[in-house]
C-alpha cells in the first residue's frame, strides 16, 4: 500500500462485503459477497484484493461469532479466490468484454462449489467427524451451494459490468500504476 487512499479504499470496501454479507445473511443461499470481491480483486489486484479478504475474512467474525473451521475456511477460500480472480484481471488487463464476463461468470460458479467442497473437507476434519458423518455433511451442504451457485450464475453478469465501470470512473488512484496501465472498461 502506498497511500491513505488506499487503506481507505480497502476499509470502505471490507466494510462493504461484511454489509453485504450481513445484509443478506436471513436469505439462505443468496449472497453478493461473491461478485463484489470479484470486481474488487479483478480491478484493483492481487495485492489489495488479499488485504482486503483477509480483512473481511476475520472482521466478519464480530457480527458472526468466532468459529475456528468457518475461520479457517474463508481465510483459505477468499485467498485463493483473490489470486485466481487478480491474475484473471491481470491476463486480461482487466477489459470488460462479453467472452470475459462469460470466463468470468463461470469460474465464479466453479469457485461456490469449491467453497461448499472445502468446507466438506474442512469442518468434517476439524471435528473429526466420522466418515458416515462427513459424508452426510456433505449431503447436507447442497441445500445451500446449489441456490449460492444459481444466486452467483445471475449476480455477477449482472453486477460485475456496472461495478468495473464505476472502478473505472472513479478510480482514486489518478497516480497508480492501476490507472496508468490503461485499465480501460470497453462497453460489451
Do not use: H, W
Request: hydrophobic share 55%; with cysteine; charged share 10%.
Amino acid at each position: 500500500m502506498k497511500t491513505a487512499k488506499d487503506i481507505a479504499l480497502i476499509g470502505i470496501y471490507t466494510a462493504l462485503l461484511i454489509g453485504g454479507q450481513f445484509t443478506l445473511s436471513g436469505i439462505s443461499g443468496v449472497e453478493i459477497v461473491t461478485v463484489l470481491l470479484l470486481g474488487f480483486a479483478y480491478y484493483f489486484g492481487v495485492v489489495r484484493g488479499l488485504l482486503v479478504a483477509n480483512a473481511f475474512s476475520l472482521l466478519r467474525c464480530f457480527i458472526f461469532g468466532f468459529f475456528p473451521t468457518v475461520i479457517i475456511l474463508y481465510l483459505v477460500y477468499y485467498n485463493l479466490f483473490v489470486l485466481l480472480f487478480g491474475l484473471l484481471g491481470r491476463r486480461f488487463k482487466r477489459a470488460a468484454k462479453l467472452k470475459i464476463f462469460v470466463v468470468l461468470t463461470l469460474t465464479a460458479a466453479l469457485m461456490t462449489v469449491f467453497f461448499t467442497a472445502l468446507d466438506d473437507v474442512i469442518t468434517p476434519l476439524y471435528y473429526g467427524f466420522s466418515l458416515n458423518a462427513a459424508k452426510a455433511y456433505a449431503v447436507a451442504s447442497l441445500v445451500a451451494v446449489i441456490p449460492q451457485t444459481i444466486c452467483t450464475l445471475v449476480t455477477v453478469p449482472l453486477i460485475l459490468p456496472v461495478l468495473l465501470r464505476l472502478f473505472f470512473k472513479v478510480c482514486p488512484f489518478k497516480t497508480s500504476a492501476i490507472c496508468e496501465k490503461n485499465a480501460r472498461i470497453e462497453k460489451i
